[in-house]
């Protein structure tokens, strides 16, 4: 097996006739067949080959094969958005009456999925808080299919021990799902860890600019299996030319994630020192409450960084007011360095009480470090705090 890097450059789908060095872009809904019995073979799935481009594309397979073998994952599928990769996983592997137990620290959408959408079907949720990991197995019911966890979490970059969850996962003969997104499979690989299935946000680090949405689901391929039967008879899929970009996109992935690391780790460091700041949340500074876990599972911090500002809510907003250089967003993993107040945009649907309990407090502030010049992010940083 070749180098990280060498493989987000080097798999490319096979070239045509005309020899291109760079992958073209197979902008077609539908593919032709050599004749009645190739069209039945196809469909009947003897002969593996393109039929639909809701079921693959030549584009959407490169893009996977790069993420399966970046996460060493056996098989997966992409998708339109991480949201639908979140969904179509779940879909595709509950029945109804099943049960997932899920750290309470997800992401509002997902969150919003679990208590609004699957409680139609009659698939239940459980949480479990990261300050008391400890307790997994008292939410384990007889029904129970999954474990589910962000790692770093969004938005409050804690940790979860990815052994501990495998091991709880294996015990009880449960899937474990983990999200990777803020991770990118360049710091971090779950399966190696024991997970079953990794999800990703493909729209964010992936990407990297800002660009294109996209999700992808990459593990066992018996599991990867069934969300590709959801998948293609519900039809969330990834657009070719989407899949194009992110798949040349993880060609400079790991380049652009090792800045964003610089950059973040020294930002995190910064904020921890200044008066204005209550506490900093960043996985490779020393004061992290999961230290420990961060340098054993993940090769760097990656790019996001969360701290409270002093004196709550009406500070937190005159802090994003003074922003000028940075962006006002609710993305992140972009080139650019974007700043988001977590409780009022992307976890605002969550109740008082639902924020309190995944750590999101009104005063959080979540940076996502880009890859501007880092003394340009601090100054910017710093002249908004000098106003509150």
């Not at 964010?204 to 599991?223: E, W």
């Not at 976890?347 to 940076?367: F, M, Q, Y």
């Amino acid at each position: 097996m070749s180098h990280f890097e060498t493989e987000a450059i080097r798999t490319q789908t096979p070239r045509s006739l005309h020899q291109e060095h760079s992958v073209p872009l197979y902008l077609t809904s539908s593919f032709v067949f050599e004749d009645a019995e190739d069209m039945r073979a196809s469909f009947s799935e003897e002969k593996q080959r393109n039929i639909y481009s809701r079921f693959t594309n030549p584009n959407t397979s490169e893009f996977v094969e790069k993420m399966c073998l970046l996460e060493g994952a056996e098989a997966g599928h992409a998708f339109a958005t991480g949201m639908s990769a979140v969904f179509s996983t779940f879909a595709g592997l509950l029945n109804s009456g099943d049960h997932i137990v899920s750290c309470r620290s997800i992401f509002g959408s997902t969150h919003t999925l679990f208590t609004k959408y699957l409680p139609k079907w009659n698939i239940t949720t459980s949480y479990f808080s990261i300050e008391a990991s400890e307790t997994i197995e008292h939410y384990i019911q007889p029904n129970t299919k999954i474990l589910y966890a962000e790692t770093p979490t969004n938005p409050s970059v804690a940790l979860l021990d990815l052994e501990y969850l495998a091991a709880i996962a294996s015990k009880h003969n449960l899937l474990l799902v983990i999200d990777n997104c803020f991770a990118t499979p360049y710091l971090q690989q779950p399966i190696k860890f024991g997970a079953d299935l990794v999800i990703h946000s493909a729209t964010k680090l992936i990407d990297g600019q800002g660009r294109v949405l996209g999700g992808v689901t990459v593990g066992r391929a018996d599991l990867i299996r069934e969300i590709y039967l959801f998948s293609r008879n519900t039809g969330p899929a990834l657009s070719p030319f989407n899949a194009w970009v992110l798949s040349k996109s993880l060609e400079t992935l790991s380049v652009r994630v090792d800045k964003h690391c610089e950059n973040t780790f020294k930002i995190a460091s910064f904020l921890e020192n200044h008066k204005a700041v209550k506490s900093v949340a960043y996985p490779f500074l020393a004061s992290h409450p999961q230290y420990e876990i961060a340098i054993k599972q993940m090769k760097q911090g990656g790019s996001i960084v969360a701290f409270e500002i002093t004196g709550g809510v009406e500070q937190g907003r005159k802090f994003l007011d003074a922003i000028k250089l940075c962006s006002l967003s609710a993305n992140l993993g972009d080139t650019r360095t974007i700043i988001t107040h977590p409780a009022s945009t992307t976890h605002s649907k969550l109740s008082v009480e639902d924020r309190a309990e995944a750590g999101i407090t009104d005063s959080l502030v979540r940076v996502s470090v880009g890859l501007e010049n880092v003394e340009d992010i601090i100054n910017d940083i710093t002249q908004a705090l000098e106003k509150i």
